[in-house]
């Protein structure tokens, strides 16, 4: 499958080895611009355990700010419901629905991950909003409708692109414009104050506010939950639409930890500017590495066959694990 990647010119790996060098010096050497420790937040280590402090009260919540953010995020979720809705009844198949319901179960690994990489959700200190703790942080109801939104929307992008049979170039465009959707409501979020910040060392903070090494990993462990769940449709039509639920959270979960480790050492460390933006690009790689693997390995894509599309012989998602099928069906 991939002789035609040997067939292509050198100079493709020429120009991508200059640009990724080109983006490393851009960051390391524009210090207003990469340089996260003052782009959201005052950086201070716990004289503990030295690593980086959340902001706690010192991010205070505005309770105004998270109704309005969360009621436009609500929207925006319901919409992307409409949509899969609307699929679900054209394409008779109950998978672009249970996508949906399943995106909102990505709160629990979202939590685990905001931990690790850096990201403080304000809290309102009131127990009837609280929806749980995890390491002694406090997580309230609105959270849920922040992250199911996220997950509605940018997983279903790439599912609807899928669905289409878009050439191998288009699904890469689809992760291109989830990436350019996760820049657009995050900075316009975290611009609005009084939600959320990113907090420590982020790497790759580009635009002021959002550190873009997230919508790499983002996009991509969405992906990998996404892949799996088109590979095998058929299959999980009908009652078995219920797999789906705890087959998102469980992929998103294990897709983030592959490509953000890197970025979590430094995130959570005390590292030099310059280490910290190459760990940041060294994830943003990973993560297309990973992307380019759930081509291959999941779609049976040539991730730089740019002009494929999805052959008719590998149509049938439920193949591979027919006789499985067959002995749940009989359940």
């Known amino acids: 499958m991939f002789t035609s990647l040997y067939a292509q010119p050198s100079t493709r790996w020429a120009w991508l080895a200059f640009a990724l060098i080109a983006g490393f010096m851009t960051c390391t050497i524009w ?12 950086v201070t280590l716990d004289p503990t355990f030295r690593t980086p402090a959340p902001p706690n009260d010192a991010f205070p919540q505005n309770a105004d700010h998270v109704f309005w953010g969360t009621l436009a995020m609500l929207i925006a979720g319901l919409v992307a ?29 979202e939590s685990v991950d905001n931990y690790l990489a850096g990201c403080f959700w304000s809290t309102s200190h009131d127990p009837d909003k ?3 703790f995890l390491m002694g942080r406090e997580f ?59 907090f420590g060392h982020q790497p790759l903070v580009l635009l002021g506010y959002f550190p873009w090494w997230w919508l790499f990993v983002n996009v991509s462990a969405l992906y990998l939950s996404i892949a799996v769940t088109y590979r095998f449709r058929d299959w999980l039509n009908g009652w078995r639409s219920i ?3 705890p087959l998102m959270p469980l992929c998103y979960i294990g897709g983030f930890s592959f490509a953000a480790l ?41 991730p730089l066959a740019f002009g494929e599309r999805e052959k008719p012989a590998a149509d049938r998602a439920s193949r591979p694990i027919a006789g499985f099928g067959s002995a749940v069906a009989q359940l």
């Open 130 to 132: 609280l929806l749980y």
């Open 140 to 198: 309230d109801y609105y959270v849920a409708i922040m992250w199911w939104t996220f997950g509605a929307i940018l997983g279903y992008i790439f599912y609807s692109a899928l669905q289409r049979n878009v050439t191998t170039g288009g699904l890469w465009i689809a992760f291109a414009l989830s990436g350019m959707a996760d820049i657009v409501i995050e900075e316009l979020l975290l611009r609005y104050g009084g939600i959320y910040t990113y």
């Open 81 to 109: 419901t409409a949509i899969a809705a609307f699929d679900s009844f054209r394409l008779k198949t109950t998978v672009p629905i249970a996508i949906i319901v399943g995106a909102a179960l990505c709160v629990y690994p």
């Open 243 to 245: 797999f789906i639920l």
């Open 262 to 302: 890197p970025t979590i050492y430094v995130i959570q460390g005390d590292y030099s500017p310059m280490v910290t933006q190459f760990a940041g690009i060294l994830s943003c790689i990973l993560a297309l590495i990973q992307t380019g693997g759930i081509f291959y390995f999941i779609l049976g894509r040539n």
């Open 31 to 42: 210090p207003d611009m990469a340089y996260a420790q003052n782009a959201t937040a005052h």
